[in-house]
């Protein structure tokens, strides 16, 4: 839905554009060298823009696990014959995990998330899936950036409709990519959300790759879809790249960086979000994305290095926000598109397959783990039939976290959980 | 056969039209040559068929093949120091790569033949990330450009082979009693039929026939092992049989959904997105009768009226490849040094040898986020400086070829003229008047650096990123 005064807006967007880009002393200034720029910035925009969630507005931070993340090696059934009979050289001996109860345990390189549960600030959720599950990346993707039912094509995505539905006339920061694409999750009718690339894209004398886990699955996102004009949509992104940039260099020059954040791509993008909320950037969603768990293949040492990646980065935002006293205001998900198949290949990997778990964190959670495990044994063509179904984890966030009617978000209603606290 | 364009239809808009989708733009010199020899003759140059590429050195199978004889005479430890010498290499290789590919692109004769092998890159999207050997990746590229506008079904049985392929899909690890399904998959998904055309046992039953694809380590050629090859009787499409890989792939072209998959996609590459159901139609109907040969659904493509309509012209955004091959065409400059050239593509999103994944690249609206557009003017910005910076690009911009005296001494020619050098959409009156004022607050003639200042901020405009 275009908004009813997006004509006018979009006209007085272009004479502004139109002065700006062709003022004398309009300088185009540009996120991607923020850290390295923010001292010597210039920029002429006024703020047009205003913040309309306060200091105190929830706040919502999204990972995806992009590839299929094997649900199995991450929340582990060691208790279960069936898993180390049909995993019998990636099946993890119950010696090596990090134990929660009788029955799971964490990967052993999940410490991070491990010291989150002990001090009960994790909520870990059993075989989340979707009706008539797909195997396909990209369509199961879409379906749970869209949240449609598996035999429908949405074009929007669950959080673009969050922001037509809940958040306009917001500057266009209230979403937040943290890479140089647009997650098929922020399509929306009014293009809504910038992208912020400012790890890994600076000029490399050496030329040297970045290397994504030898996984030929990275970030998956979508097309944008919006009904403007594809020079309106030039125009209106042209000026939001302005706009936030000029918000986001002050509050990154104020902020420092802070100290415990591993060094890897994915902790320094949770240490960029740390300072942008420390800054109060008006920000509702963050978006964020690690990819690598296409595991076909040796499985082993990739999984275990995407595993130690995603428990220490999480645990050091977990325990920025809490220093920074704004635990309270954030919930963190992580989702990916599907788990693996329960059996492994013969080639020391995994396939595609259906159910994961979800990890959730944030102020308001009821820690522990939380759903039902899948059988490892009553499958559907070998893979896990899913226990919750991921739209009901939207509808709780929506709802009881982001304060927002969820069923005009899911076009359709879908019923709430208990792991955000009342 | 779809409504061909009108003869009267050709002139200056149209051929520029032409020139700029099906390659990669041209000087206004060019655009108007191509005005009188015609559309005809325009399009037969654009498809005319690939004359052989030499291999650059840096990127030759002799290297490889040497290589591996030197290395079956080493010590383990000998062995794993020169591996991870030839890693660190092959970072410096790729990026020549990245720049020899360019060159080929800017090359007017090329042009035609180098956009389809951009086309079907991001349709076979392999990423040298995981195949970490950029030979092996300028290899499949020499693949596609021998097949650019040949046989899509040879084709397809070509890429099954193809050693890089073979690597980033995991053929290499599949063997009977343990086929992976990583490259069937894809095949029907991606290469072929598009999502619900086939059923999940349609992968597992392909999976198994593309068993026994090998490629031989540093070398990299390909191998067939008979041993590894699952020879029992598969299931496909309804069919029954002890199924080869070209055997399915044979199977696979019988569809009726391969033809218009292909077709759709082609369409939505050059001329539009989601074409309508009968231009689908009328080219995978030509496609199917010229027995999956593309020239002619190529030539038809480009000499249909709908190629030339107003939902066509000046509504595509530019790739980060045509934004800046284009833009070296139409400012008549060198193209950027190697080092900047893979610093841009990277940073727009658009690194050649590394698509995101065996997708390819979204493209269109997908391309333009606050981000990419921040890089595409820096890019721009770099490429009008006169800084010290400038360097690092290559020579300045050849001023004196883009304006003519007449138009140093007249802000609204002077505008009008870069305008049709450089815009595919015609400049509203406001933003038009805007530029004729600032070329106006410049003494006349307008100096070398007023020129450029203005150049830079047309192509800091909105309008410049489509065409």
């Given at each position: ?59 919502l931070v999204v990972l995806q696990l992009?590839?299929g993340n094997?649900g ?51 909520t870990t959720i059993h075989g989340v899936g979707y009706p008539n599950p797909n195997r396909s990346?990209f369509r199961s993707t879409e379906i749970w950036q869209t949240a449609s039912a598996a035999n429908v094509t949405e074009k929007h995505g669950w959080l673009g409709r969050y922001f037509d539905n809940a ?16 997650p098929q999750a922020f399509a929306a ?31 998956l996102?979508g ?61 509702r969603v963050?978006y ?43 919930m963190l998900l992580t989702f990916s598109e599907f788990g ?13 397959g259906t159910a994961a778990p979800m990890f959730i964190?944030?102020?308001a959670i009821a820690?522990?783990?939380h759903g039902k495990?899948p ?5 559907d063509?070998?893979d896990l039939k899913y226990t919750t179904d991921f739209r009901n984890i939207y509808a709780t966030v929506l709802d009881k976290w982001l304060k927002t009617d969820s069923s005009k978000v899911l076009q359709g209603k879908f019923a709430t959980q208990d792991f955000v606290?009342? | ?467």
């Open positions: 839905m275009m908004q009813p005064d997006s004509e006018f807006s979009l006209q007085s967007r272009r004479q502004f554009l139109s002065r700006l880009g062709l003022g004398a002393a309009a300088t185009w200034t540009l996120p991607l060298f923020l850290d390295r720029t923010f001292g010597a910035l210039e920029n002429d925009a006024p703020s047009v823009t205003q913040a309309l969630t306060g200091k105190d507005s929830p706040i992009a590839g094997d199995l090696n991450t929340l582990i059934p060691y208790s279960d014959d069936t898993y180390h009979r049909l995993r019998p050289t990636l099946g993890f001996a119950a010696d090596k995990i990090h134990k929660l109860d009788d029955h799971f345990a964490f990967h052993p390189a999940l410490t991070g998330l491990k010291s989150l549960h002990d001090d009960g600030l994790l990346h958040c306009k006339g917001c500057d266009a920061s209230v979403g937040v990519s943290l890479s140089s694409d647009m009718a009014s293009p809504t959300g910038i992208c912020l690339a400012t790890n890994n894209r600076r000029l490399n004398e050496k030329g040297e790759e970045e290397d994504t886990g030898g996984s030929s699955i990275d970030m996102s097309a944008t879809a919006s009904k403007i004009s594809p020079l309106d949509y030039l125009k209106r992104t042209s000026l939001d790249g302005r706009m936030s940039n000029k918000r986001i260099s002050e509050i990154l020059g104020k902020t420092p960086t802070p100290s415990g954040f591993p060094n890897n791509a994915l902790a320094q993008q949770f240490s960029t979000i740390s300072r942008l909320i420390a800054g109060g950037l008006p920000t963050y964020l994305s690690l990819g690598g768990f296409d595991t076909h293949n040796n499985q082993q040492a990739t999984h275990e290095r995407l595993m130690d990646t995603l428990g220490s980065s999480i645990n050091a935002f977990v325990r920025e926000m809490q220093r920074q006293g704004n635990y309270q205001r954030v693996r198949r329960v059996a492994e290949n013969g080639n020391g990997g995994t396939d595609h964190t944030g102020g820690p522990g783990i495990a059988s490892l044994t009553d499958l063509a070998g606290k009342a | 056969m779809l409504p061909q364009a009108e003869k009267s239809g050709w002139n200056y808009a149209s051929a520029a039209h032409l020139l700029n989708r099906a390659g990669f733009g041209a000087p206004p010199r060019e655009i108007e040559a191509a005005v009188k020899a015609g559309r005809a003759a325009t399009i037969a140059r654009l498809l005319k068929a690939p004359a052989p590429v030499a291999d650059p050195s840096f990127a030759s199978t002799e290297k490889l093949n040497a290589a591996r004889g030197e290395l079956a005479l080493m010590s383990p430890d000998e062995r794993r120091a020169f591996i991870k010498e030839t890693i660190k290499k092959s970072g410096e290789d790729l990026r020549m790569l990245r720049g020899f590919w360019i060159d080929r692109m800017l090359q007017p004769e090329a042009a035609g033949v180098e956009k389809a092998v951009l086309f079907w890159h991001g349709h076979f999207a392999t990423s040298v990330v995981k195949v970490k050997n950029p030979t092996l990746m300028w290899k499949q590229n020499q693949l596609f450009r021998k097949y650019a506008f040949g046989d899509f079904r040879d084709m397809v049985k070509a890429i099954s082979c193809d050693p890089a392929m073979v690597l980033w899909l995991d053929l290499q690890q599949s063997r009977s009693g343990a086929p992976n399904e990583n490259f069937a998959r894809e095949l029907m998904e991606l290469f072929t039929l598009g999502i619900g055309n086939y059923t999940e046992d349609d992968i597992k039953a392909s999976a198994r026939a593309f068993t026994g694809y090998r490629t031989q380590g540093l070398s990299g050629t390909f191998d067939y092992v008979e041993q590894r090859h699952d020879d029992s009787e598969k299931v496909f499409m309804g069919k029954r049989g002890q199924f080869s890989g070209d055997d399915i792939i044979d199977l696979i072209f019988a569809q009726p959904a391969c033809a218009e998959f292909i077709c759709r996609k082609i369409w939505t590459f050059y001329a539009y997105e989601e074409p309508e159901p009968v231009i689908v139609k009328a080219l995978a109907d030509t496609f199917r009768k010229a027995k999956f040969q593309l020239r002619p659904v190529f030539d038809e493509m480009l000499n249909s009226r709908a190629f030339y309509s107003a939902e066509a012209m000046g509504t595509q955004i530019k790739s980060p490849v045509q934004f800046i091959v284009q833009g070296c065409r139409e400012l008549e400059c060198d193209p950027p040094a190697p080092v900047v050239l893979q610093q841009t593509l990277r940073g727009t999103g658009q690194l050649l040898f590394a698509p995101p994944n065996v997708k390819g690249w979204d493209g269109n609206r997908a391309w333009i986020n606050t981000a990419t557009l921040a890089d595409r003017v820096e890019f721009t910005d770099t490429l009008v400086s006169t800084s010290a910076k400038r360097r690092l690009i290559g020579n300045p911009l050849p001023v004196e070829k883009l304006v003519t005296d007449e138009m140093i001494n007249n802000s609204a020619l002077l505008i009008d003229g870069l305008a049709t050098r450089l815009l595919s959409v015609s400049l509203d009156q406001a933003t038009r008047a805007d530029l004729i004022a600032e070329a106006e607050t410049h003494d006349k003639p307008l100096s070398r650096s007023a020129t450029l200042s203005l150049i830079g901020k047309m192509l800091r405009l909105p309008e410049y990123q489509l065409v």
